[in-house]
């Protein structure tokens, strides 16, 4: 996926994200595979360990069977088919989660040759809030942010200012 580049500003505000909340004596259960942020979050002294591939629309073992203080899901979500079942499973009281933000001028994402990269869901921002409450989540903290892109046209200028991202940490009602 990120053969030739890496979303740099996404990884950055992710990664100021997530230590302006947590230390990294914290263990957490990053959902997908290993990817090049879950490499991140251990060069930078987190205890990470990645879910193994399984239909987490289906199986939810993993959420249950790891040991973990703090779940992650960055840019996991808008793929998933059934996040709610998801967020009931997860079995740590700290959550944090980025999708990209439904745009009005673009489609959702398809990739025509990988069934696993496609957006089931893009998000608008309530929409997140909305399934987060729902399933017994209080959001503490939330930013959003742009991804320009250097090309021309109208869509590239949209991408200037309107948001793009949104991260949220969230805790475990009790």
Request: aromatic share 14%.
């Amino acid at each position: 996926m990120y053969e030739k580049t890496f979303p740099q500003k996404r990884f950055k505000h992710t990664l100021d994200f997530l230590n302006k909340h947590i230390n990294s004596s914290e263990t957490i259960l990053d959902l997908g595979v290993e990817n090049p942020f879950s490499k991140i979050m251990k060069e930078n002294g987190f205890q990470v360990i990645n879910t193994t591939g399984e239909d987490l629309d289906n199986n939810q073992t993993a959420l249950q069977s790891q040991q973990y203080t703090v779940a992650t899901a960055f840019e996991i979500f808008e793929h998933l088919l059934n996040p709610y079942a998801v967020l009931q499973n997860i079995k740590s009281d700290k959550l944090f989660i980025s999708i990209p933000l439904r745009l009005w001028f673009s489609p959702a994402y398809r990739s025509k040759t990988d069934m696993w990269d496609r957006h089931y869901h893009e998000f608008e921002d309530w929409q997140l809030d909305w399934l987060l409450e729902k399933t017994g989540w209080k959001i503490l903290d939330r930013q959003k942010w742009t991804n320009p892109v250097k090309k021309f046209g109208i869509r590239p200028l949209l991408r200037r200012f309107t948001n793009r991202y949104y991260i949220v940490y969230a805790e475990k009602v009790k």
